[in-house]
């Protein structure tokens, strides 16, 4: 059945490019293999393949007559749909978790390639609500799965993607930048690349809650431009993964206050963070774009010095670990996190309690610690 399924695939796209116009055949040799017949007294045409490959020599496949008003949608499944992705999958099984059977488009991302465009909807009470759009653009890195036989074995792997993208809220914040993501060798290398500028509207708080007590909060606007750049290698055939990363940021910040502003030297001042640091993870995810089961842990130690181009000297290191396990048919998750500052860190990358629904900067220290749990279906 599937031999016969794969020859029927290549003779419908033949015939959806070989000539969309009637050529009729000779009266003596109706069925001459390769000639399209015209059938008079309705709209249909026929195709004559020719002889049966082997192992039926002798024999003849039937002439393959389909009616002239789906030529038109049978060459756009030649131009879009190979012979070999027909047998394999069709268009929308693609896109149905073959694990659970439910939707899910990570399958059908994997194995693209091409510009994709992305919506983006902003919500974050720190600058309010937005939209923007990505443009990204899906390569062909190359690497080949290191399961074989697994239905999902190439989402293990991260996609090679480029991409431009912006955004703008309605309290006047905006940003823009481009990236580049990619994975190379099988996934024993992942580089991460990224350049933009922003303009953002945001709100302090007071590093600590002394220094602004109740609720109240100062508006201040920080624009710049910033660089991220990790490079990260695989440690054998494991799944622990070091490297290096360097981020720099050159910011101009002003407060809209005529006042002091406590913990803050100056109410207008500009200043740059360089910072380069070491980077340990360990990924075990069955899925990189929505994992089922398998853990996402790192540990992250930066260190900020004007040697590295920044006007402060301070270290932060991040901690974090989230866990995903599949019961029955959902699928729960566990994050935790811990990030530590230590020195002379300009206010704004102090750290601060990064959570859907808690305003950035909303609560700083020295200190942060994050447990978050999480379900779906």
Excluded at 117 to 140: C, K, R
Excluded at 309 to 317: C, V
Aim: hydrophobic letters at 35%; a neutral charge.
């Amino acid at each position: 059945m599937q031999e016969l399924t794969a020859n029927f695939s290549l003779h419908i796209r033949s015939i959806s490019i070989i000539n969309p116009i009637d050529t009729p055949t000779s009266p003596r040799n109706p069925g001459a293999p390769g000639r399209q017949t015209r059938v008079e007294g309705g709209p249909v045409r026929c195709y004559h393949p020719g002889p049966a490959p082997p192992p039926y020599p002798g024999t003849r496949i039937p002439a393959i007559c389909l009616p002239r008003l789906l030529y038109p949608a049978l060459l756009v499944t030649g131009m879009f749909f190979s012979p070999g992705q027909i047998l394999a999958v069709s268009f929308f099984d693609q896109f149905i978790d073959p694990k659970d059977g439910k939707l899910d488009t990570s399958q059908w991302l994997a194995g693209r390639t091409g510009f994709l465009p992305i919506p983006i909807v902003v919500s974050d009470p720190a600058v309010g609500y937005g939209a923007g759009l990505a443009l990204a653009f899906f390569h062909d890195s190359g690497n080949k799965a290191r399961a074989g036989g697994d239905s999902n074995a190439r989402l293990h792997l991260p996609p090679s993607i480029s991409f431009v993208a912006g955004a703008q809220t309605d309290n006047g914040s905006w940003l823009a930048g481009a990236g580049h993501i990619a994975s190379w060798k099988k996934d024993s290398i992942r580089y991460t690349g990224l350049l933009g500028y922003g303009d953002l509207n945001l709100e302090y708080y007071g590093v600590r809650p002394r220094l602004i007590p109740g609720n109240r909060s100062l508006s201040f606007d920080i624009q710049g431009t910033f660089l991220y750049q990790q490079l990260l290698f695989r440690i054998g055939d494991s799944d622990v993964f070091l490297g290096g990363r360097y981020s720099f940021l050159s910011a101009d910040v002003g407060f809209n206050t005529a006042g002091p502003v406590p913990g803050v030297p100056r109410r207008q001042f500009e200043s740059n963070t360089g910072g380069l640091g070491v980077v340990l993870r360990y990924d075990s995810r069955d899925n990189i774009l929505s994992p089922d089961r398998g853990v996402f842990a790192k540990f992250e130690p930066m260190f900020f010095n004007e040697a590295f181009g920044g006007d402060y000297d301070y270290t932060k290191t991040k901690l974090s670990a989230i866990s995903h396990w599949p019961v029955s048919d959902v699928v729960f998750g566990v994050r935790l996190e811990g990030e530590f500052a230590n020195g002379d860190a300009p206010f704004y990358d102090v750290p601060y309690i990064n959570m859907r629904g808690i305003p950035a900067l909303r609560y700083q220290g020295d200190d942060v610690y994050v447990a978050v749990g999480s379900s779906r279906n």
